[in-house]
């Protein structure tokens, strides 16, 4: 169905290079569009090869750093002169260190706000942009003539709407329920331009982020398995429909999809 096609759009996406990010780059070029991961870390050996045969798709990789306003701007202007547009931009770089809030440092503090909240804030704000641009040379049409063009989906969590009894991360709960609070005065201000903006909120997810977890909590997998209906945790491919429902939905906007497996309808507690 065209509807859920991406056939020659852009997808950008932020912390493409493992995990989740990587799992959304797969999903858009499932779909079609070309991929550009924005990450300080390398993709692994053979992937972006991999995705680019596979689906005969346009990939690219850069090395950037998503808190940093001047490597953002250049890139994205790079990828509008490499690639013609922006169309999908997917924020998936983050990160999570877990400390008690009494003794949460200030490293912590700031680096969790810069790369988590103010990061994807600077990815949007270029790639929306860039989204108007696009508009522009359409001949700045009305929305309520055409169908919305360009989509924007930042990554939360659904530690903000039912943390873990087992982790002490209120710094990164807050720096991703500051993102959700962008969900919806973005989606109001860019529908003039037909940008839809939504949030995704993943439940637990086996990647290296909740590895790095484990190995301070080497009990939390039994424990996050407990949080979900199923009895485990995802698979970063079982959140892929999720952000291609994104991508392509052109009537949702503002919205927060949370994809947790059942974790946040139903009370529990930790064993410990
Ligand atoms: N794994 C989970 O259980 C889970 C659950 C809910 C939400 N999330 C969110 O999903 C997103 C992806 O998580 P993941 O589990 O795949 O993590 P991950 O650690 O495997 O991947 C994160 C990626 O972000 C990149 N990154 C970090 N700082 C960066 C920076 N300053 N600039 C550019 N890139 C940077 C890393 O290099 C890495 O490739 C994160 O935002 C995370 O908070 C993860």
């Not at 940093?68 to 994205?76: A, I, K, T, W």
Request: net charge negative; hydrophobic share 40%; aromatic share 8%.
């Amino acid at each position: 169905m065209d509807q859920l096609s991406l056939k020659g759009k852009t997808a950008v996406i932020t912390g493409g290079a493992r995990g989740l990010g990587f799992a959304f780059a797969e999903a858009l070029a499932e779909a079609g569009a070309h991929i550009v991961i924005l990450d300080i870390g390398t993709p692994k050996e053979g992937s972006l090869e991999g995705l680019a045969e596979q689906y005969a798709v346009k990939v690219k990789a850069f090395l950037v750093d998503v808190t940093s306003r001047q490597q953002v701007n250049d890139v994205v202007e790079e990828i509008e002169r490499d690639f013609g547009s922006v169309d999908v931009n997917v924020n998936a770089a983050g990160v999570v260190t877990d400390e008690p809030f009494l003794t949460t440092s200030d490293k912590n503090l700031s680096s969790t706000f810069n790369v988590n909240f103010t990061g994807s804030f600077l990815v949007a704000q270029a790639c929306a942009n860039s989204m108007v641009r696009k508009w522009q040379t359409l001949g700045s049409p009305s929305p309520s003539t055409i169908s919305p063009t360009g989509s924007i989906i930042f990554i939360s969590s659904v530690s903000t709407h039912m943390p873990t009894i087992v982790q002490q991360t209120s710094c990164y709960i807050a720096s991703k329920s500051a993102i959700r609070g962008l969900v919806k005065p973005l989606a109001m201000e860019l529908a003039q331009y037909g940008i839809r903006v939504n949030s995704l909120s993943p439940g637990s997810t086996r990647t290296d982020m909740m590895r790095q977890v484990e190995q301070t909590f080497p009990d939390l997998l039994k424990q996050f398995n407990q949080e979900s209906l199923f009895g485990r945790v995802a698979e970063p491919r079982e959140l892929k429909p999720a952000v291609l429902f994104l991508a392509t939905s052109a009537w949702t906007t503002g919205q927060d999809l949370v994809v947790d497996g059942g974790v946040s309808v139903f009370k529990h507690r930790g064993n410990y």
